[in-house]
């Protein structure tokens, strides 16, 4: 989602392009759409759920109910902001601003935690949703702050960086024996 030049000189910024598409309100609505749900089953089935499991389980289920409704306020946040954008009701500079104030950090996934297997099969799917709405976001998030890093990146070919890796690792011991 980095830049790409055209033949007339014109950038054209794939992250922008999308946070103002159709595309970027379905995200938005996907995201708001999760936040209700969550908000739902945490409020109704979900506490019903919390009481049916272990006192171990029951503490981690608190924990990770809390990362995932902090994690989604976040998330929202950047969607709110993105959108009001979009809108016009604020401007870039006022936009920028207020996604500093943002932590869209990468968050440890707790599947490797000792008794996330005991958590509720609902509460592990918003869980896997938040992750992902979290990644797809991020991944704008980084293109639109550091365009030039995410074109760096879709230029690198890993298998040619590689190949030339092995190269320059080779090419002293080659001119030795030459």
């Known amino acids: 989602m980095g830049s790409v030049a055209t033949g007339m000189g014109v950038t054209i910024s794939f992250a922008e392009r999308f946070a103002s598409s159709q595309q970027f309100d379905h995200v938005f609505q996907e995201g708001m759409a999760l936040v209700e749900a969550t908000a739902n089953y945490l409020e109704g089935q979900g506490r019903r759920d919390s009481k049916a499991i272990g006192p171990s389980a029951s503490m981690l289920y608190a924990s990770e109910s809390m990362r995932l409704t902090t994690r989604l306020l976040e998330l929202a946040s950047w969607l709110v902001i993105r959108r009001a954008l979009k809108a016009g009701e604020i401007g870039p500079e006022e936009a920028r601003v207020k996604r500093r104030r943002l932590r869209l950090t990468a968050i440890g996934r707790p599947q490797h ?3 996330f297997a005991q ?10 949703a938040s992750f992902a709405l979290h990644d797809r976001i991020t991944h704008v998030d980084r293109a639109l702050e550091h365009p030039e890093a995410v074109v760096d990146e879709m230029v690198v070919n890993p298998v040619a960086e590689q190949v030339n890796r092995l190269s320059a690792a080779f090419a002293p011991a080659r001119s030795a024996r030459g």
Do not use: A, N, R
């Not at 958590?119 to 869980?127: A, G, H, R, S, T």
């Open 119 to 128: 958590l509720p099969d609902k509460l592990k799917e918003l869980i896997e």
């Open 113 to 115: 935690v000792q008794g």
